[in-house]
């Protein structure tokens, strides 16, 4: 019968601060290793770094290899119960094989073939879709049908009914952003089937949600109760256009209104509250104009950005890509981060930044300004 190794494992290490790794230490080491004892000074330098260390490194997906992957799924993978949900998620290479973007932040490509439906489910992890491109495809939430097109934001709150269906002759892929990581780390996340098909087939221009909040400035005075996650499911792309070119255009008639000079951006936020759509998640839309580079920009927390249109270069860390329409790259915590656009560059953008300003660990640091 052979012993189980100890689940401690402590190594005495002739180093500098460190303890002379006699005999004696040595059995003691072993004692702490049955008793499942690990001392802080062996561990302090990686527990307790001068700033973040992240195992999530900066990496870049290219959409012109991600779409043909999904398209091959499409042929091969049926959509059902068991899989649920034919999705690829990103896998970061540094998080030793997981499917995580990040330690907090799941991204994943999903694709939906002509008259297909994502069968009907609902599960803690708050959730959104992104269009990069295509429509056709309803998302139907607690019973109100929402369409998907390019440049949509469609915000999905954890433990509401969800499914899909493709009314289409084509088949059509979009981003998905949620927080499992984060909620599987902290043992928090729950799951539940729903029917088989979703509850309507109806094709609506605009859903409930937004016949009754996607109105700017206005509240319906039945709803003046605060919500934890936006109660609005679709931001539509003409919104979201409008508001980068009139920053850009009021840039250009000398009120200071963006980031950095050529430099828009606006921030998703519940209307319940002014806050971000979901408790774990913020989502932005950056528009850089043509020649424009930001300054290098650190902050703790990750974040996922994708392409919508334009193209550019991206410095995260020590790696610098050119990027397209569609890409994806991952920006770890801490990690120093510039873009520069060459003909126009807009990108979604989502992080984990909710997580950490409510614990009051958030912080930034830009051109010498710590925040």
């Not at 792309?237 to 009139?246: C, F, G, N, P, Q």
């Not at 920006?331 to 009051?360: K, Y």
Request: one cysteine or more.
């Amino acid at each position: 019968m052979t012993s189980e190794p100890p689940p401690a494992r402590v190594q005495a290490t002739d180093a500098p601060g460190q303890p002379e790794p006699t005999p004696r230490l040595k059995e003691l080491y072993r004692t702490f290793e049955q008793h499942s004892l690990i001392p802080l000074w062996t561990e302090i330098g990686s527990l307790m770094p001068p700033q973040p260390a992240p195992a999530a490194v900066p990496h870049l997906w290219r959409w012109a290899e991600l779409l043909p992957a999904a398209e091959e799924s499409g042929e091969l993978v049926p959509v059902g119960r068991g899989g649920e949900r034919r999705a690829l998620a990103l896998a970061n290479p540094g998080l030793a094989g997981r499917p995580f973007a990040t330690p907090t932040l799941w991204a994943a490509i999903q694709y939906l073939n002509p008259g297909e439906n994502a069968p009907v489910h609902r599960h803690s992890q708050h959730a959104f879709r992104f269009v990069v491109e295509g429509e056709g495809v309803w998302t139907v939430v607690d019973g109100d049908p929402v369409a998907m097109r390019r440049g949509d934001f469609l915000p999905q709150a954890g433990w509401h009914w969800h499914g899909h269906h493709n009314r289409t002759d084509t088949p059509m892929a979009w981003i998905d952003g949620l927080d499992i990581p984060f909620q599987h780390h902290i043992d928090a996340t729950f799951f539940e089937f729903g029917p088989d098909d979703v509850q309507t087939r109806a094709t609506p221009e605009h859903s409930a949600s937004e016949r009754l909040w996607a109105h700017p400035g206005l509240r319906p005075l039945t709803r003046l109760r605060p919500t934890p996650a936006t109660p609005l499911l679709a931001y539509r792309w003409e919104y979201t256009d409008r508001a980068l070119a009139e920053q850009l255009a009021l840039e250009a008639e000398g009120h200071a209104v963006t980031l950095e000079p050529g430099h828009a951006a606006v921030r998703y936020t519940n209307p319940t509250t002014g806050a971000d759509v979901m408790p774990t998640l913020r989502c932005e839309f950056h528009r850089l104009v043509p020649g424009t580079r930001t300054a290098v920009r650190h902050e703790v927390g990750s974040s996922v950005f994708q392409v919508f249109d334009g193209r550019g270069e991206v410095g995260v860390g020590e790696a610098t890509w050119t990027v397209e329409r569609g890409d994806l790259f991952v920006v770890p915590s801490w990690q120093p981060l510039t873009l520069a656009a060459e003909t126009g560059l807009d990108l979604f953008r989502f992080s984990d930044a909710p997580l950490f300003e409510r614990l009051h660990l958030h912080r930034s640091h830009q051109e010498g300004h710590d925040s």
